[in-house]
């Protein structure tokens, strides 16, 4: 079984900051990319940022300049930095980690349990 554990959401004024982590534990094999989607109330999830083993990354048009997936491939663990937010943030926030359990696995997504981030003064 594999668990994703995110951590720091909150409630922040507009132009403020926060990191938000996931960690990743179980019987994971390999993690090939890892990301962050949201869900803002009465909408769908969409993609905020996702990141490779190898770095690369990708953001959405709304999350260009403010945003920053960082990741720890010995911890198994992604980042995210929100800078300059907006209250059209406010969203629960979803980890994701597409991997394998074993060698020769076929990959697939696994999700954390969201942490709501609310951006308001």
């Known amino acids: 079984q594999v668990q994703l554990v995110e951590s720091g959401g909150g409630l922040v004024q507009p132009g403020g900051s926060l990191r938000l982590s996931c960690a990743v534990s179980g019987r994971i094999f390999r993690i090939i990319s890892m990301g962050w989607y949201r869900q803002a109330s009465g909408q769908q999830r969409e993609l905020v940022a996702t990141?490779?083993?190898?770095?690369?990354?990708n953001y959405a048009d709304s999350a260009k300049g403010r945003f920053t997936a960082s990741r720890d491939n010995a911890k198994n663990t992604v980042y995210l930095q929100m800078d300059s937010l907006e209250p059209e943030d406010t969203a629960v926030y979803y980890c994701?980690?597409?991997?394998?359990?074993?060698?020769?696995?076929?990959?697939?997504?696994?999700w954390g349990q969201g942490t709501q981030v609310t951006v308001s003064s």
């Open positions: 994701n980690a597409n991997g394998t359990t074993s060698s020769n696995s076929t990959s697939r997504d696994y």
């Open positions: 990141i490779t083993s190898g770095g690369r990354t």
